[in-house]
């Protein structure tokens, strides 16, 4: 139901004054609902109008049908021009206005209603009621046809200007920004123009293009599509879009519902004008976009299969279904996947194995989240194995199979195994996160292939990939037919907390040269070992702790660490010794047990016997323990009284006698050690056993003055001593000879 009212100049209305007001209107209408429409009930002459016009001038006078929002009702306004109010003077109109609901209109453009049967030509009398109007009837004079003959018979410019017409109000409908004004002398041509422009549009967008057919002050006016006539002022900074229809059309960017639609008219093809008018598209474009695709074969930018996409996913007529499915080949990802997702069985299918097609070429673009039906299985079977063949890359390779797996195609595994393996190269980055990516039923042959393909590859590429997150995911696997791959994982594990023991025995129970297990023992023991480790170590691999240098050093390391003080140093010498473990661990061994057994020694003879085996040991035992334990031997000796060291010493090799001699010198003497020493050197030069070192030391010593003092007052009982203490206090005549000399 439509509520109506009149809008004059009366000499009295209902309120009893005089001037302009609403004369008359529908029972129900109220009062804040009237004064809403009051912007549409204005009309100002055409500036070149008499000031008191013939009556056929005024029949002549431009119609301002209008047509916009009125609160939560819609306005359809039809002003004429009267020519002299009640008091004589000219400027009088009258406003009709129909306040319409939704329903209203439904299936009716506003334009439609020029020269509708319904419009009074006269006020009705001040204070009467006005009937509200059920029935809506249209107008005759704008019907589709007799519009397309129009823009025929006005040649090829028209066409043109249509679409330019089309693109200015699409943007206006679209952003809810910007307004256009046409300018012409002919009123009944601009009302062609909104009627064609309505026509072309989809019921919804129709209900929301306000316009005026005519307008004295288009500036000012609200509404998007405004028509005046050219003796009308327009400031040229007006917020609008200005058209003057008698000139040449001024090309613009236009889109595709422009175009989509000139075309349609052009072939006077109403049915599909009605198709395209079907669609409630936010954007007129993208139902256009639609249309082309599917009556044409049009190729789409990705913008609008992206606004087609939209459009599916609210929902489409019928009639496109099937063609949106014989035109999958030329959907892109998101429009295919949009219509196998909503689309009947005609059109999901097919649209379904494109995006599955699709998928296959691209890895961005991830699997197909629709369920690819049996038919089409084979044939993106074939697919996935062409791709699979052409892979180079390994996230190209996991997309295969994740679109594989979304769409339940079975691939050969061993094609895939060897694939991964190919792959396997310097180019090869990001493999701990592809494999996170790859399906859990692909996990098995991707890391077969993987492992394969390092073993083969340089070791710098292999060293290169086996990152920590990569070993993670290796660990725990079998891994004996590949020991190269095996040797670094397992170093990774220790770095995780496993068994530097139960490493060591994995490791060596790969086929690997010896080079290549040596250097990660190194790096699995390059923490100080601990006695414990050892003794499983020594009961595990036995004889072999020989075969490698980072091995057979861990005893010494050890024992360097430890000291010879330490139990635990004592006890793993003892467990080699006794195990048989031969080569440089023996000699280490040997080492230590030699120089801690000398404070059990009870003769000079024995003593000379266990220095000189490890005097033998030079060369051979690890040189920073020789050290220690010749240090700690010599140590042990100094317990022995005078003439038991003289008489050790008299039983050694020059070499042997004179590290031990140096380790004595070197370590810091108490006065009974100085006094022991310069004894020992006395006695030996009596015996005839000169050493160059000792008996620089004693000289100097023994010029010194008051070297003991009364402490060493056994020089002077005993002869020997005191006549040798004299002669190493007598001045030096001459340099005493080295030990080389000597």
Known sequence: MAWQLHYTSAAEGPSGRAGFQIVAES??????????V???????????TPTAPSPERIRAMPVALSYGPVGDRFALVRCVYLGQDYSGRYGNFLGHALLMADGDLVGLRPIEFWQAPLWADAPARPGSELPELADLMPGAALDPESLGQWLRSSGPAAYQRLSILLELVRRGLVQEYGRLILV??????IVRWIAVISYSLPWEAVTRLSFVTYSGDPAATAQLIVGTTPDVWIPSDVDATVVVLAEEPQPIETGRFSETVRELWRAMDFDGIDELAAFEAADPDAAAALVALCLTGASLSAEEQEAVAELVEGGVPDWVWPFLGNRADLLGYRLAAAVAANGPAEAAGPCAARCVQLALRDSGLGP???RLPEAYHQNATASAQAELG????LDRLIGVLRVADAAELELPVAQVEHTMATLVGPRLTGVPEQLERAPVGWREPLLAGLIAGLEQAPPGV??????????????????????ATALAVIAWQVAGGLDRVEATVRMLALDLRLAERDAALKTVWEDEPKAAELRRLIEAVGERLQDYHTLNSLPARLFVRAGMKSGETVEIAERIRATGVPGFPADDAEAVLLATGLSRVRTPGHAAGEVERLTALTGHADPRLLTLARAWAAEKLTEQDPPFRMALLRQLTRAAREWLIDCWLVARASRDEQAALLEIAIRLRGAGVVDAALEEWAHSVAGSRSPFGPVDSRFKKDPELSEGLRDLMKP???????REDT
């Open 462 to 483: 292999r060293a290169r990939l086996l990152t920590a997150d990569l070993c993670r995911w290796l660990a725990g696997r079998e891994l004996r037919a590949a020991p």
């Open 390 to 393: 052409a892979v180079d890359r």
């Open 368 to 370: 197909p989240r629709v």
């Open 184 to 189: 012409s002398a002919d009123c009944e041509e």
């Open 732 to 738: 030096r005549r001459r340099r005493l000879l080295r």
């Open 27 to 36: 029972p129900g209408l109220t009062a804040d609902l009237s004064s809403q």
């Open 38 to 48: 009051t912007p549409y009930l204005t009309y100002r002459p055409p500036p070149d």
